[in-house]
Each structure stands twice: as C-alpha cells, then as structure tokens.
C-alpha cells in the first residue's frame, strides 16, 4: 500500500497557482480514477480536478479557500499499490505499512516534477548543466578518429582544445560570430574557446586573426598594410584587439562635394543671417493646393512655397542672383534666376538646378520641383542640370532640424536654408496662439552681398512665407 | 437504401430549413426517410461503436489534462456524429486534412491513442506519419488545411487519381481569408476536395452570429461548389450527406461543402472557460440534441441493439480509456535526429553532415 500525493497541475498552460474552492472528497471516501476530487479557481476558470487513482483519501493537504502554487501537493490519497492507479491492473504485492509516494501516479510520472506547463519533467532530467565529455587531448597537427576521442578512457583528459574534424560536434560561438570567422577566413575549430564551457567570444576570433595574419607579411589583402602598422601591431601583445579602421577611397560625388565645399568655405566670406516666421499662411496655402485637382498628382510642399518666395526675393532684390568673378575683378549679375535644390540622392549630395525659374509659373514650378527631386532620388540627375546653378535652397527641415549655417554653392552669392515646420506659440494681436513656424537661415557671400542686401532678402522671404496670397499677388 | 450507396441528395429527407436530418434530436426515424433497415442497422452499430470511443477518449485525454499529465487538450464533445459520419463514409485512401479537433475521425481511421496524445503532452511536434493513415497532422494555424487540402487536390487531379481529399475546419476558420482562397481556387480548378465544415457555434467565444449574415454552405455555393447543410449531430445524415457527395467529387463534380451543424459541449480548449460567454440553458438545449444519446434511442426504438451490444461497446472503451492512460505515462521524447529524415524526400549530403554532426554532439555528453 503507498500514499500518492496529487498536486496541484497547470490546467491552463502558464498559471502559477490556484485557489482550493471546494473539496467533494473527505479523508476516509474512496475514490475511483477520474472522479472530481475538487473544485479549484484559476485566473481564467473554474476548474474540477479528477483524481488521478483508485482508492482512499488519505488526508486533504490544503485547506478550501486558500490559494496554492502549481505544483504543491493538495491530497493524499491511499491507493493499493502503484499498479491500481491503472483500472486494467489490479496486481500488485500489498506493502505492510504505507509508504508515502510524492509524485504521481505510474513509473514515468513518479520522476516527474511539475513545471510551468501541466505535465511535468522527469526528475532524472538534471536540473544542472548537462556534462559533456572531455575532448580529448592533442596537439593541433594530430587529428585522430572521432571514435577514439569519444572513448571512456580518453574522455576525460584535461586538455579541451579543439582540432577541426567533420564528426566533431560543432564549436560553441553566435550566429554573428560564425559569419565573422568565415568572413575573416578563420576556422572557428582552430580558435580557442575563452567564454562559458568553452564558448568562442569576438575577442577570441579577432585575437586569433591577429595573431594569425600578423607574422604573414605576404597574406592576400594585407599587402597595402604598412610596414609601420605591422611593428605596430606585433608589438602589442596577443590580447589587444585588432579593431582596423575602415579606410575608404574618396571617389565620385563625395570629392567633387569635397573640393567645392572647401573652394567655397575658404574662398567666400560667408555670413549666416536667422529668421523665426509664422508659416500657418504658407501651410494653408500648402494644404489648398494639395486638395486643388489642378494640382493633382503633383507632390505640393513648403519647399514650393519656399521657391516661389525666394524667386520674389530675388525680383526685388536682383544682386543677391549673383556672383563674384575673382579672376575679372568684377560681380556677375546673373540674367536668369537658376534655382538650385540641395539634394540628398543615392550618389551623394547634389544641388540640380531649375533654369529660368524666374518664368515658372505656380503649377510649372511645382512640376519643375517634382522631377528635379524625383531624378534625384533615383539618380538619373543629368549633368545639364547640375551646371549653372545662381541660387541655392537646402530644406533641412525634411530631417526634423530647425536651422543650420549652409555654405555656398561655389560660384552663387546666396543660400537659403530652410527649417522643420513647427507647431509653436506665437504671440498674434497680443494672443499667444498656437501657430505653424519655422527657421530660415541665409548663407551670403559678404565680398558681394552686405548685411544690408542680405537682411532685406530673408525679410522678404520671411513677409511672402508668413502670407504667401500677398506674395503672389505681388508677384 | 443504405446511406452509403446514397449518390444524390435530391431525395434525402430535410428539415423544414433544408437542413438534411435522419434521425430526430429524440432518436425517431424520421418518416420521410426511406431506408434498408437492415443494412442501416449495420451501418448504425459501426457508427455508434467509433463514437462512443470517441467519447470515451476524448474523456479520458481531458482528464489527464487536469491530471497535469497533458499540457493542453481540445475536446471533441459533441461533435463524435459530424466526424464519425464524415470519414465512415469516405473511402480509407481518401486523404484528410484536420484541424485539431478531429480526434473521432483520427480515432477512425487508426492512428494509436499515444499518437494523438504526444503532442499535447509536448514531447513532439506532431504525432504520427500522415502517409499510412491518409491523415495529415494536425493544423493549428486554422484555415490553413483548407489550403493545404486544395494544393493537395491539385496534385491529385494531376496524378489523375480518383482520390478525394476531405478536410475538416470550423465556422471560425470559414471566416479566415484562407478559406475562401481555398474554395474559390479549388472550384475554379475543380479540385477534387470536400471542405467538411463543422459549425460548432463558437469560434472560441465568438458566436457563429456575428462572424457570418449567411450560413456558410450558402457562401460556399457563390464561389461555385456543391454546398449542401446537415444537421451535424445525426450520424446518419452526415453519412448520407458525404456519400453523396464524396462520389460527385470522385465522379469529376468539382469540389463540395457540407456545413455540419453542430455543438462545442466542452471549452474551446482546456485552458478557456465557456461558462464565461454562453448560457447554460443554450448548454442543455444542445445537450437534449446530443448525437451518442440520439443514436442510443434509435437502435433501441429500431430493435438494432441490445445490452450485449452496449455492454461490449462499453467493455472496449473503457479498455481504449488504460490503454490511453497507459501509453500517455509513457510517452516518451522522440530522438531529435529523427527530425533530419522526415523533412525532406531525399537527404542532401549537407543535410546528412549536420546530422551527423547533431549525433556526434548528443552522443559527447556523460550523461
């Protein structure tokens, strides 16, 4: 005779506990398999427990109304042997006295350990790290039969160092780290292991690139490494990283972008000149024309606005269209207003130009502004378009950022930059309301254009964004 | 007739829905329906018999569930007469692909107790082979059976067999995209597939009233198949109703829908509570409809039984019961390499490497 204990199971994948509501079964009932023991509450339902045994309650091990982890025991329960917790064997050699039996019923489940889930684990599964057997000793130029260092007698030899070999099991590293080995050429089996159970880390594969490469003056891609760099390195010692800088050819655009801003920075005297503006005009204006069908399929931005605002400018102001002609000692006033857009493509930064903007009209220009944008973007900007610039807009505002100080196109006088559209307060007839601004800067050559000219052509940009209907009826 | 030579629904007796109905809730041959007793008491026990130990596994699977010996289980209550009288009537190489509530026709068609149980318990991915039984495994991600039978029908009707392929899915997966992907694909190819809908009312604790304005054999017949409606919990209707049409899909028909009407009498699974969105007294109007019972007062009224009959019935499920006791205690964790040679048809060599390479790293460990 044993006492088996019942406890309590997971009925509901996850749930950590239960209450006892109520017990149908006193300690002296008998009870057959499947029959309601009890009535427990979980956190999603009320559930009855059928007895996993034939025989007699023992005792309740939990009182109703209390509330216990999946897992503890709830009832004892006397059953004639082990073999009666199955109806369909009724043999089985009565003990004399009761032993008590804390796991459930039948061979398996009596070495099981209730978990998380219902069903248990068996108890022979070790709760610690399985053991693995020593890899057996040798040195890296040995190889030796799979099944000779797997024997028992060579199994727990102390050296675990690995030697590459097809039935061996797999090293222990990351995904990444794979990738890294197999980029660098490294075979993860000759690298040894300095994490947990052997592990091989970054630092483990990056120290045994170094330490492999280094002494290969002649190693394929290393060529272009300077002598310097190798003294360098193989005198440091093994367990530096080697963390090698990129080093990227200046090709294309980027030097093109690099000896035109460094021609422009260092050869113009630039001034950078700010102005905060209440754009809600414009942003209506925006929104009209987006809803407008005359305007339909047309991408409608604050930079159009922006455009039409900045050629208005140049209208009333026309020396701002200019350039200074160093090698003639003489300022060029330009006949066309070239309208240059600051693009961020693919190939890099480029500024494409609308020629003879000036004679756009709204649609034209939005038109314009479209497929100047779209090549861009798709890198078919043809090199037309990219000469002869007059006049320059970047809208760094696309990235969030509210002002900046550009520097000159070569060859131009001015550029506007324009900022992040904001909702703000703002104070209107003495009001603080909230209103749509934003930040303009204006880059300008100061050989040619003086404070002066430059303040009253970001004022007029400014006055035509705050109320673009009296700019175009200016216009 | 016997409802297995049955090959048109014109003259099956109906309710006055349109419903095809046999036997009424209270196990009275309906009068319009005219049968060969004999052969039909035949049929009868043979059908009272898979249910009955439908019944009494899907009972003993619950409460190993509460027992804390299965992590999950998903009951077939209720639901014995829509599955027994669907796959009796199709032909043992008919393929079938299941949700996972289909325990009465897996039962059927002879996958073991232990099989049906090992994924429940967690220690496999699926349960058995699909090739011998002609039954794929479960699907869990529901609607997707009714894909895969299609592609599968596809295949068939390519191989030119007379095959049919059956699947079974809910009134919640008939409101997946999926199924009607599957039946609109399956009707303009004329595949050879019977979707065998049982609508149970609940799709979890959605009612079946606010997933669909028309009942779903009806939606069936506007992507073009063969729809017609059974009451779900006569077993001899569903019988009458999957002959019938089974054999117009072989005939070349294209494909059909029966939309079985049906009951969940358990949750949806053990972890939901259905007391928390349905009444007890929509519980007790389904159970007075209950399809073991009815059959139970049929054979009777008919004189096709008698207590030995019952007593033997009774005596084999009670055995399936330990034997499902039995085999669930020791089930035991399949060996992971196994998992290399059923993926693919033919190995590749890198595939062999790996496991290889997985058995010589099982086999470095003590212990």
Avoid at chain 1, 343 to 370: C, F, I, M
Avoid at chain 1, 418 to 424: D, F, H, W
Avoid at chain 2, 26 to 50: C, E, F, K, M, P
Wanted: with cysteine; net charge negative; glycine share 8%.
């Amino acid at each position: 005779m044993t006492i088996q204990q019942f406890r309590l199971p997971d009925v509901g994948e996850g749930l950590t506990e239960a209450e006892i509501v109520t017990w149908r079964v006193a300690p002296g009932d008998p009870v057959r398999l499947n029959d309601v023991l009890v009535e427990i509450e979980t956190a999603k339902s009320l559930v009855e427990l059928p007895s996993p045994y034939d025989g007699v309650v023992q005792s309740l091990l939990v009182d109703e109304g209390q509330t216990v982890d999946v897992g503890s025991p709830i009832i004892a329960i006397r059953v004639d042997s082990e073999a009666d917790a199955t109806p369909d064997d009724t043999t089985g050699t009565r003990a004399a006295e009761p032993t008590t039996v804390p796991h459930p019923v039948g061979a398996a489940a009596a070495e099981r350990t209730a978990v998380l889930v219902g069903y248990g684990v068996s108890a022979q599964e070790p709760t610690r790290r399985r053991r693995r057997r020593a890899l057996s000793a040798r040195s890296a130029d040995t190889a030796r039969p799979a099944d000779t260092a797997r024997s028992a007698d060579t199994a727990r030899s102390a050296d675990t160092a690995r030697v590459p070999h097809p039935s061996r099991p797999p090293v222990l590293t990351k995904p990444p780290l794979r990738k890294l080995a197999k980029d660098l050429g490294v075979e993860l089996a000759e690298v040894r292991g300095s994490g947990p159970d052997g592990r091989v880390t970054r630092q483990d594969v990056l120290d045994h690139t170094a330490r492999r490469v280094l002494p290969t003056p002649g190693a394929p891609g290393l060529a272009a490494q300077s002598a310097a760099q190798s003294s360098w390195s193989t005198a440091s010692t093994a367990d530096d990283a080697v963390r090698q800088d990129e080093r990227v050819p200046v090709r294309g655009v980027r030097k093109a972008t690099a000896a035109a801003m460094v021609a422009s920075a260092f050869t113009a005297p630039h001034v950078t000149e700010f102005l905060t503006v209440d754009v809600t005009g414009t942003v209506e204006l925006v929104d009209r024309l987006r809803k407008d069908p005359a305007f339909a399929g047309v991408r409608v931005g604050p930079l159009l606005v922006a455009s039409l605002a900045l050629l208005d400018a140049v209208r009333n102001h026309p020396d701002i269209n200019a350039r200074w002609d160093q090698e003639n000692q003489e300022i060029v006033r330009f006949a066309d207003v070239n309208l240059g857009i600051a693009a961020a493509t693919p190939r890099g930064l480029l500024v494409p130009n609308l020629k003879a903007s000036q004679d756009l009209s709204v649609r034209e220009l939005a038109v314009a502004l479209n497929e100047l944008t779209v090549s861009a973007r798709e890198g078919r900007t043809r090199p037309a378009d990219l000469a002869g610039g007059t006049i320059t807009i970047t809208n760094i505002g696309v990235f969030g950022i509210d002002a900046g100080t550009p520097i000159l196109n070569p060859g131009e006088a001015a550029i506007l930059c324009l900022g992040a559209v904001r909702r703000t307060p703002w104070v209107v007839n003495e009001q603080v309301v909230p209103r749509w601004t934003t930040q303009l800067s204006l880059s300008f050559d100061h050989r040619l254009v003086d404070g002066e000219l430059g303040s009253r052509v970001l004022a007029h940009v400014g006055r035509f964004l705050e109320d673009p209907m009296w700019g175009l009826a200016m216009r | 007739m016997s409802t297995s030579t049955i090959t048109s629904t014109a003259d099956l007796p109906r309710t006055s829905d349109g419903c095809i109905q046999f036997v009424t809730p209270d196990g009275q041959l309906r009068t319009d329906a005219s049968v060969d007793h004999d052969a039909l008491g035949r049929l009868i026990r043979d059908l009272y018999r898979g249910m009955r130990l439908a019944r009494r596994f899907d009972d003993e699977a619950f409460a190993l569930q509460r027992q804390g010996e299965l992590g999950l289980w998903l009951q077939c209550r209720g639901q014995e007469a829509a599955q027994v009288g669907s796959i009796a009537a199709v032909r043992a190489d008919d393929f079938v692909f299941p949700s996972y509530r289909e325990h009465a026709a897996a039962l059927w068609r002879g996958i073991r107790p232990a099989d049906l149980l090992r994924q429940w318990r967690g220690v496999a991915n699926s349960g058995w082979d699909p090739e011998p039984y002609s039954f794929h495994i479960y699907t869990l991600v529901l609607a997707a059976q009714l894909l895969h039978a299609t592609g599968y029908a596809l295949g068939v009707q390519r191989d030119g067999s007379d095959t049919v392929v059956v699947t079974y899915f809910g009134d919640g997966a008939a409101s997946e995209g999926d199924a009607s992907e599957a039946m609109n694909i399956a009707a303009t190819n004329q595949a050879p597939v019977v979707f065998f809908c049982q609508n149970n009312h609940w799709a979890i604790s959605t009612p079946s009233s606010s997933q669909s304005r028309t009942p779903i054999h009806r939606r069936a017949a506007g992507f073009g198949l063969r729809s017609e409606q059974v009451d779900g919990n006569d077993v001899l209707a569903v019988h009458a109703v999957t002959s019938a049409l089974t054999e117009h899909v072989r005939s070349g028909g294209g494909p059909a829908l029966i939309e079985a009407i049906t009951y969940r009498m358990g949750g949806h699974s053990t972890s939901d509570d259905p007391t928390r969105y349905r009444t007890d007294s929509e519980l007790e109007a389904w159970r007075a409809k209950d399809p073991v019972t009815r059959v139970e007062a049929l054979m009777h009224a008919q004189g096709w039984s008698d207590d030995a009959f019952l007593d033997e019935v009774q005596a084999e499920a009670d055995e399936l019961a330990a034997r499902t006791r039995r085999e669930c205690l020791a089930l035991q964790a399949p060996d992971l390499a196994d998992a290399f040679a059923t993926v693919l048809a033919d190995v590749p060599q890198l595939l062999q490497e790996e496991r290889d390479a997985f058995v010589a790293y099982r086999d470095s460990f003590l212990d």
